[in-house]
């Protein structure tokens, strides 16, 4: 199969772990026959230097025909430091959300049983756990109306949802929940928002097409602790926006590691793909930057291509990573392996998953050594 993908490699350290997700897919490639092409477009603090617009119309253009968008980060201090900068790297993320339709983020989150003693959280709290939040994206407070008063001593923000809204994001959730354990949370806060209530309705109403699906409510506020005090209760968790920044940010330190967290904004015809975590100017260059997110990210990716016996040997790769130690030095400060040479490992991994000769007990420099 052929398929066109956008790369957005974007800002810090963005290109250096977006070039081993790459290394992934290729391998992927190479074993299943497929064939990825892959066209770069500039987004963030290096499109402004570039063009002086965060998200160039060539951008937009590239995204919209591509078969999906493998995006790294953006961000640079030298925008995010000056109070007067009247364009941001950050806006051409949230134009390119919008212009794209991508109003539903995913966002897994997994405890890998070899970083249960980095999360903060005991031990057997978090074993086991393995949530998939869905998040609407392109409504709610965050693009509500807002006003400042002339003396500015007050100000609001409007939040506003629409059935249609809510309906689109509801359906991708409870189908989601019937390929896993058939549970759906929706997060709101219904005793006291408007908004809310229209998302218990409408979400109720929904959930009578899916009997197979148990659906179950939260108040924010108690989600928020029940993330805490037992996550693994949670399978799928819908919620609005600002909810949903909120838990799923909560939720990203359960796993013990930012650097192992994806994610996936999809609309009705585009879908982008991004490590959640931020661009790093400080490890800019210095091949130290986890690429294990962007490398998870590709495989979900692949999953929205409908690519799941690929997407899951991607993954299988990561474990076996996480496995043998073979990882940055965010996760193996006394033997740490290099950004590129973690995406080596990748994808030799991918080309050679049942190798009875590979000794994984003595890979160094990146290399395997065959017996």
Request: proline letters at 5%; one cysteine or more; charged letters at 25%.
């Amino acid at each position: 199969m052929n398929y066109n993908i956008a790369i957005i490699p974007g800002d810090g350290i963005g290109p250096e772990v977006t070039a081993q997700a790459q290394k992934a897919l290729d391998a992927i490639a190479d074993m299943f026959d497929h064939h990825f092409t892959y066209t770069p477009a500039l987004m963030g603090a290096c499109a402004i230097d570039a063009t002086g617009n965060p998200l160039p119309e060539e951008t937009i253009d590239i995204c919209e025909a591509a078969d999906a968008i493998l995006f790294g980060a953006i961000g640079h201090p030298k925008y995010d430091n000056d109070p007067n900068a009247k364009v941001r790297p950050e806006l051409g993320l949230l134009r390119l959300r919008k212009s794209l339709g991508l109003f539903c983020n995913i966002r897994p989150v997994k405890a890998y049983d070899q970083l249960i003693e980095r999360s903060p959280l005991k031990k057997d709290r978090i074993v086991g756990t393995d949530i998939s939040i869905y998040r609407e994206l392109t409504g709610g407070i965050y693009f509500g109306e807002k006003h400042l008063s002339d003396d500015g001593q007050v100000a609001s923000d409007g939040c506003s949802y629409s059935v249609e809204e809510i309906s689109r994001i509801a359906h991708l959730a409870f189908k989601e929940a019937l390929s896993r354990k058939r549970k759906l949370t929706l997060v709101d806060k219904a005793n006291v928002l408007e908004t809310s209530r229209l998302w218990r309705k409408t979400v109720t109403e929904i959930a009578k097409e899916y009997p197979d699906v148990e659906l179950d409510f939260l108040f924010v506020d108690n989600a928020a602790m029940q993330m805490i005090l037992n996550p693994k209760q949670f399978d799928v968790i819908l919620t609005e926006n600002l909810f949903g920044d909120i838990i799923s940010d909560e939720a990203s330190v359960i796993g013990g590691s930012i650097g192992l967290l994806a994610s996936a904004s999809i609309g009705t015809d585009n879908a982008l793909f991004e490590p959640i975590h931020g661009s790093f100017p400080q490890a800019t260059g210095k091949d130290i930057a986890n690429p294990l997110a962007s490398i998870l990210s590709a495989a979900l990716l692949l999953r929205h291509l409908n690519l799941h016996k690929e997407a899951a040997l991607v993954e299988k790769a990561v474990e076996k990573s996480l496995e043998l130690g073979f990882t940055t030095e965010d996760l193996n400060a006394e033997n740490p392996f290099g950004t590129s040479k973690v995406g080596d490992f990748i994808a030799d991994f991918i080309m050679n998953p049942e190798d009875p000769n590979r000794n994984f007990e003595n890979i160094f420099v990146g290399q395997s050594t065959i017996i």
